[in-house]
């Protein structure tokens, strides 16, 4: 079974500082999402990495993959209080392209 | 492109009576649509897979005859909670597989269930 943790759970950082969020997942998969979700919304689409070794970044925000270790993380830089979300990452059950859900990342950016 | 949109947004019903929420991609066909719960402070727990012409497949633990799920187009799944109980209130949040975009799913804006 197909098991996908991210920590930390909770992260209350001051703006202007560095953080990354990490992504485990238990089983072979090459394509793992990361997305946004605001209280009381769906989620929102960040990042989709599909290949071992990719990068992506948009803002403050940057994504990698390496599938070899079974580990995303997303890197914040310099943080403002408009990323204040829960971050969810989300990976590819490999042959069924069903999403199985990290358990999300409760981000509070303080002025 | 790729949009998803559900209706009704919110929804409050009584114990015991039954509740549809509809799914639909608006830009683009579906054969495959999945429907997922999310608790308060919980993550995202895939109820089922819906196939177009065919049945549902449902997660282990979920009930099929309590969540009704019909894909009777391209374009449409609904998911009914039957004799819904106060329990069964959460965020209820749908996707569509697009096939020419490398299966990627796309999500609804969610449908808010509450059950007094």
């Known amino acids: 079974e197909l098991k996908v943790e991210q920590n930390p759970l909770f992260l209350s950082m001051q703006e202007g500082k560095n953080y990354t969020i990490y992504c485990n997942y238990s089983?072979?998969?090459?394509?793992l999402y990361w997305y946004r979700q605001d209280p009381g919304k769906s989620l929102e689409s960040l990042f989709v990495l599909l290949s071992n070794g990719a990068v992506k970044q948009e803002g403050r925000l940057m994504a990698s993959l390496d599938t070899k270790a079974r580990l995303s993380t997303l890197h914040i830089t310099a943080a403002v209080h408009d990323l204040s979300a829960t971050y969810f990452c989300a990976v590819d059950a490999s042959g069924t392209y069903k999403y199985i859900f990290g358990t999300g990342t409760r981000l509070k950016v303080l002025a | 492109g790729a949009v998803v949109s559900q209706h009704p947004s919110r929804v409050i019903c009584k114990s015991g009576t039954s509740v549809k929420i509809e799914c639909r991609s608006l830009d683009f066909q579906a054969t495959t649509m999945f429907w997922y719960r999310q608790f308060p402070k919980q993550s995202l727990m895939l109820m089922a897979t819906s196939n177009e012409g065919s049945k549902a497949t449902y997660e282990q633990g979920v009930e099929k005859d309590k969540f009704l799920i019909n894909h009777a187009s391209l374009t449409l799944s609904t998911l009914t909670v039957t004799s819904a109980h106060p329990e069964d209130s959460s965020f209820y949040i749908c996707s569509a597989e697009q096939v020419s975009n490398s299966y990627e799913q796309y999500f609804g804006p969610g449908t808010r269930l509450t059950v007094t």
């Open positions: 089983t072979t998969s090459d394509r």
